[in-house]
Protein backbone atom coordinates (compact mmCIF):
# COMPACT_ATOMS: atom_id res chain seq x y z
CA UNK A 1 0.00 0.00 0.00
CA UNK A 2 1.27 3.25 -0.58
CA UNK A 3 -0.72 6.50 1.19
CA UNK A 4 -0.50 10.28 -0.52
CA UNK A 5 -1.52 13.21 1.34
CA UNK A 6 -1.20 16.44 -0.47
CA UNK A 7 -0.89 19.78 0.70
CA UNK A 8 -0.59 23.38 -0.80
CA UNK A 9 -3.66 24.01 -2.21
CA UNK A 10 -5.71 27.33 -1.50
CA UNK A 11 -6.94 30.71 -2.76
CA UNK A 12 -4.53 32.61 -5.08
CA UNK A 13 -6.10 35.40 -7.87
CA UNK A 14 -5.61 35.06 -11.23
CA UNK A 15 -2.19 35.17 -12.25
CA UNK A 16 -0.76 33.89 -9.36
CA UNK A 17 1.27 30.73 -8.02
CA UNK A 18 0.83 27.95 -5.95
CA UNK A 19 2.75 24.86 -5.74
CA UNK A 20 1.21 21.45 -4.62
CA UNK A 21 3.01 18.55 -2.90
CA UNK A 22 2.31 15.46 -2.50
CA UNK A 23 3.82 13.02 0.29
CA UNK A 24 4.06 9.14 -0.09
CA UNK A 25 4.43 6.67 2.54
CA UNK A 26 4.15 2.93 3.00
CA UNK A 27 6.03 0.87 -0.20
CA UNK A 28 9.06 1.69 -2.09
CA UNK A 29 7.82 5.79 -3.70
CA UNK A 30 10.83 5.16 -6.10
CA UNK A 31 9.19 2.68 -9.05
CA UNK A 32 5.66 4.33 -9.30
CA UNK A 33 4.80 6.66 -11.84
CA UNK A 34 2.99 9.70 -10.29
CA UNK A 35 0.29 12.25 -11.37
CA UNK A 36 -1.57 14.76 -10.53
CA UNK A 37 -5.58 15.17 -11.58
CA UNK A 38 -8.01 17.53 -11.18
CA UNK A 39 -11.88 17.91 -10.25
CA UNK A 40 -14.18 20.53 -10.90
CA UNK A 41 -17.23 20.74 -9.56
CA UNK A 42 -20.06 18.96 -12.14
CA UNK A 43 -16.94 17.93 -14.09
CA UNK A 44 -15.04 14.38 -14.86
CA UNK A 45 -11.70 14.00 -13.00
CA UNK A 46 -9.23 14.81 -15.31
CA UNK A 47 -5.12 14.32 -16.19
CA UNK A 48 -3.43 17.31 -14.96
CA UNK A 49 0.48 16.21 -15.34
CA UNK A 50 2.61 12.82 -14.68
CA UNK A 51 5.85 12.53 -14.01
CA UNK A 52 8.39 8.87 -14.92
CA UNK A 53 9.94 7.31 -11.53
CA UNK A 54 13.22 8.47 -12.54
CA UNK A 55 11.63 11.93 -12.97
CA UNK A 56 13.40 12.04 -16.77
CA UNK A 57 9.77 12.30 -18.39
CA UNK A 58 7.16 14.32 -17.66
CA UNK A 59 3.78 14.31 -19.18
CA UNK A 60 1.12 17.68 -19.44
CA UNK A 61 -2.15 18.13 -20.17
CA UNK A 62 -2.60 20.89 -23.03
CA UNK A 63 -4.03 23.30 -21.23
CA UNK A 64 -1.38 23.39 -18.50
CA UNK A 65 1.43 23.55 -20.70
CA UNK A 66 4.14 26.13 -20.03
CA UNK A 67 2.17 26.73 -16.62
CA UNK A 68 2.67 23.92 -14.71
CA UNK A 69 5.86 22.33 -13.62
CA UNK A 70 5.74 18.70 -12.33
CA UNK A 71 8.74 17.60 -10.31
CA UNK A 72 10.13 14.55 -7.58
CA UNK A 73 12.26 13.84 -4.95
CA UNK A 74 12.33 10.41 -4.59
CA UNK A 75 14.86 11.12 -1.41
CA UNK A 76 11.85 12.44 0.43
CA UNK A 77 9.26 10.47 -1.31
CA UNK A 78 7.38 13.88 -2.66
CA UNK A 79 6.19 14.87 -6.21
CA UNK A 80 5.37 18.60 -6.88
CA UNK A 81 3.29 20.43 -8.64
CA UNK A 82 3.93 24.01 -9.65
CA UNK A 83 1.60 25.92 -10.64
CA UNK A 84 2.40 29.21 -12.63
CA UNK A 85 -0.30 31.94 -14.47
CA UNK A 86 -2.59 30.50 -12.48
CA UNK A 87 -6.84 30.90 -14.39
CA UNK A 88 -10.26 30.61 -12.93
CA UNK A 89 -10.72 27.46 -15.04
CA UNK A 90 -7.88 26.08 -12.87
CA UNK A 91 -9.79 25.95 -9.92
CA UNK A 92 -10.70 22.63 -9.09
CA UNK A 93 -9.89 19.58 -5.76
CA UNK A 94 -6.12 18.50 -6.66
CA UNK A 95 -5.19 15.24 -6.69
CA UNK A 96 -2.28 12.83 -6.28
CA UNK A 97 -1.54 9.80 -7.71
CA UNK A 98 0.44 6.89 -8.27
CA UNK A 99 0.76 3.58 -10.37
CA UNK A 100 2.97 1.60 -11.86
CA UNK A 101 5.07 2.61 -14.50
CA UNK A 102 2.98 3.52 -18.12
CA UNK A 103 3.43 4.98 -21.81
CA UNK A 104 -0.12 6.38 -21.31
CA UNK A 105 0.00 8.58 -17.81
CA UNK A 106 -2.97 9.93 -18.81
CA UNK A 107 -5.20 7.71 -18.71
CA UNK A 108 -7.24 7.63 -14.73
CA UNK A 109 -7.83 3.85 -14.36
CA UNK A 110 -3.96 2.69 -14.60
CA UNK A 111 -3.55 4.42 -11.00
CA UNK A 112 -3.44 2.23 -8.20
CA UNK A 113 -3.14 4.45 -5.11
CA UNK A 114 -4.69 7.79 -5.06
CA UNK A 115 -4.77 11.02 -2.11
CA UNK A 116 -7.91 13.14 -0.44
CA UNK A 117 -7.38 16.05 -2.75
CA UNK A 118 -6.36 19.12 -1.76
CA UNK A 119 -8.55 22.04 -3.12
CA UNK A 120 -7.30 25.27 -5.22
CA UNK A 121 -9.54 28.02 -5.87
CA UNK A 122 -8.72 30.96 -8.05
CA UNK A 123 -10.57 34.21 -8.19
CA UNK A 124 -10.79 36.34 -11.45
Known amino acids: QVQLVESGGGLVQAGGSLTLSCAAS????????MGWFRQAPGKEREFVAAISWSGNSAYYADSVKGRFTISRANAANTVYLQMNSLKPEDTAVYYC?????????????????WGQGTQVTVSS
Open 26 to 33: GRTFSPYM
Open 97 to 113: AAGPPSNRPALRNWYDY
